[in-house]
DNA sequence: GATGAATGAGGATTCATTCAT
DNA sequence: AATGAATGAATCCTCATTCAT
């Protein structure tokens, strides 16, 4: 019964337990965007509809769950940057991605995870790996957009990472008033990052690697 | 400037009561900004050196104690605000307040305090009237320099307060490594709300009266 | 007689959680008898031989635990007060019946629950309505007893559920030296009762829709 | 200045520190009627308008003040038993001295210390031979009324003052709605005591030595 | 694999009691 | 003698995680 390559890293898994992982992964996004990161498992483990202890089968720790949401959201931007890298403008190809990122993190605050404040978690499923991916996309979008004078010269990719989520935070407030505010403060922020007016800057940009 | 006591307690405390309250403070401010909101009573005492109890004789509960941190800030920012108005450039002025402001976040995160997002918090300490106090000095130093063209007309009062805690927030997942790292972000906003380059904002601002 | 499981939960529980359920109750029963309804939740926990948080995974609080014990002696109660209904003498059923009664208060006082004295309980697991079934069900005795002549044409049913708890209590200061002894003022109450002697008595029954 | 017998055992109080003292009685009083005998320390201190400190001062503990009421009322039953058996008619004394005792009873339930359920308790403050006295002054009353016909021959003092408290208790369930209704049961009581259709009782008596 | 019962460490809070002023 | 600040043991309860079914 059980496959050959039975402790395999990656057995593929049987359908109806790939069917719980997906479950489980949208009820915890949901969960946590609603509570917080402080959304108990168990109300995870109910709004799958699934036992308690199928989420320890899916995810050895809360921080697991946590890290798979995390990963599959910075993949999601890793693509959409690679497919706005090969359209057209680059100055609208910067601002789009912010606008998904944004949109993103208006849904649930995992800037820490997006921006390497991942220190005290031992990077339970590759969420390292997962933001250089993103990290690098973004910064090839950054980079065209600067050459071409989309973006003032001194931004560098590093910096745009790290102030994607900061609209959605500034929103976050007023964000049962007024869902969509966060829109308003992406303008502004990236009003700051256009060439025109720029004054410079105080702080030299973090290296991409630290991120 | 300064009053003895600011927003003290009716009677003046015996002066070790009142030291260990200053100590208190500090450390839950200390240990907030380390570990989060989430951190513990029992760490705080720990910190100051007193013993749990003390801290609810101070405090009568967490959120007493969370509130007069967030309070004793909003009127520090308040006075800072005020002070800056009676100064000369408003355009300096502003960014100055808006330095202190982020000055602060980087040690603690208290935006959803600063900006109305205590709907589950019975005001314990009466933080709404600190915030609304902070509120209508900002507005006042933004209105002073949006008629006088050091900010774009289209920015507001409460657009500022919402954003004055984004250049820590973004700076926030490099702070042990680069702990002056959000100056730099500080500015880029600040650039997107100048006048130069300034591109029509797609949302209306919320009436100061949400914050 | 007795279903297996009157008052139980919706769906069937697990062989084992079942027994620890059971196990609960007693060591609960025993803990509140022994040191009243201040006795810890953790006294009770190892009590029963289990962990703390069994206490509340059975029992949402402890009042919750409380109320679930006064409602199966309330029940307990009716279903005797019923059954002794459909019995021959009338007095002697209703003596029966209070002989039942105060046994069970020897063992833990709940009289505050029997007799409507829930104001600051929610209500938890239906104690009101257990209360009522009792009280119904004893107004039933009484009024038999009473149209017989067994005993005085002034007594209510709701005066006996209230004098019911008396005896035991007068006796408890010398339970542990008398374990019997409130048979003995029992007996003086119920002679309190007869219609032989009776003197008028100063003070109006109260509804029974107050207890 | 301080007294010769500085550090006798019954040093006459300053006149000030005697009126604490009287304010703290009433105020414990007050305050366990109200909220049971769990009412804190910090809250009568209040009601008596003195620091906490000042509590521990007279009365070494909780157990102290709560022994201390409980005597005050012995004292007090006793002197109303011994003036009553100097009246006339010796069962209406003996139903007037119950009647006081469940008045009494009906504020603030001390029964176990008033028949001997002070096992725990060290006898901090002479409940012990407070007890004693007022036993022997409610024998000599039960004693006289049951030579001369006014209660039935089987009852003993003892009986009468574990009988006391019974009726308040009963009635206490609905004492807010009936602040009166303890008289009722006390004359059903009293009406089981009286040697009309007395019925033989199941138990002997409690010797007078073991309240 | 799925389930949910069992577990116990950890957290906020209360309160009698002690002690410095 | 009076005060009230300091203390820490005790309590209820939550929740991630383990494990038997």
Redesign the interface.
Known sequence: MTPPESSGPRRPLRADAARNRELLLAAAAAEFAERGV?ASIADIARRAKVGKGTVFNHFPSKDHLLTAIAVARLDQLTESAESLLAGSDPGTALLDFLTLGAEQQQQLDL??M????T?DIQDPAGVDQARERMVRAVDALVTRAREQGAVRPD?TGA?VV??M???A??????RQ??P??W???L?????????????P??????PLG??
């Open positions: 402080d800037s820490a997006f921006a390497g404040g220190a931004i910096d790290l102030l989520c900061a609209p935070y500034a929103a976050g407030p007023l008033a007024y969509e505010l829109r308003r403060y303008m502004v922020v990236f009003d700051g990052l256009r060439p025109e007016g720029a004054h800057l105080p702080h030299p940009p973090p630290h991120l």
